[in-house]
C-alpha cells in the first residue's frame, strides 16, 4: 500500500494561487490513480480532482472547476493541484488519496485506501 505526504499548504488571500503536492513511496506510484480532497471547518470530506494512473482522465468538482488543475508525474511519485483564483469557500485540510488502477469510483472517497496526513489551506477574504 502506499504512503502519502502533502505539502504546500498555507494562507493566501483571495484571488491568490498556492500549488499542493503529495508525495508517495512503499509502492509501483504509476499503479495508482489519484485524487484530491477536502474538509472544510465542520464539514464532511468532499471530493476535490482526480487523475487516473496513465493520465488520460481528469475529473473536478464543479466547485473548482476552471481554477483548479491536477497532474502527475510518475517518474518523480509525486502529485499536485494547481490552485487558482482561490475563494474563501476553498479554505480547508486538503487530502491526498490513491486507489488501485482498477477501481470503480473516482469521486468517493470510500474508494480510496491510502491517504495522507493532511495540509491546511487558509484563503482570507
Known amino acids: 500500500q502506499v504512503q502519502l505526504v502533502e505539502s504546500g499548504g498555507g494562507l493566501v488571500q483571495a484571488g491568490g494561487s498556492l500549488r499542493l503536492r503529495c508525495a508517495a513511496s512503499?509502492?509501483?506510484?504509476?499503479?495508482?490513480?489519484m485524487g484530491w480532497f477536502r474538509q472544510p471547518p465542520g464539514k464532511e470530506r468532499e471530493f476535490v480532482a482526480f487523475?487516473?494512473?496513465?493520465?488520460?482522465?481528469?475529473k473536478y468538482a464543479d466547485s473548482v472547476k476552471g481554477r483548479f488543475t491536477i497532474s502527475r508525474d510518475n517518474a518523480k511519485n509525486l502529485v499536485y493541484l494547481q490552485m487558482n483564483s482561490l475563494k474563501p469557500e476553498d479554505t480547508a485540510v486538503y487530502y491526498c488519496?490513491?486507489?488501485?488502477?482498477?477501481?470503480?469510483?473516482?469521486?468517493?472517497?470510500?474508494?480510496?485506501?491510502?491517504w495522507g496526513q493532511g495540509t491546511q489551506v487558509t484563503v482570507s477574504s
Open positions: 487523475i487516473n494512473w496513465i493520465r488520460d482522465t481528469t
Open positions: 488519496g490513491a486507489q488501485p488502477w482498477n477501481s470503480g469510483s473516482s469521486d468517493s472517497a470510500v474508494y480510496f485506501n491510502s
Open positions: 512503499g509502492g509501483t506510484f504509476s499503479n495508482y490513480n
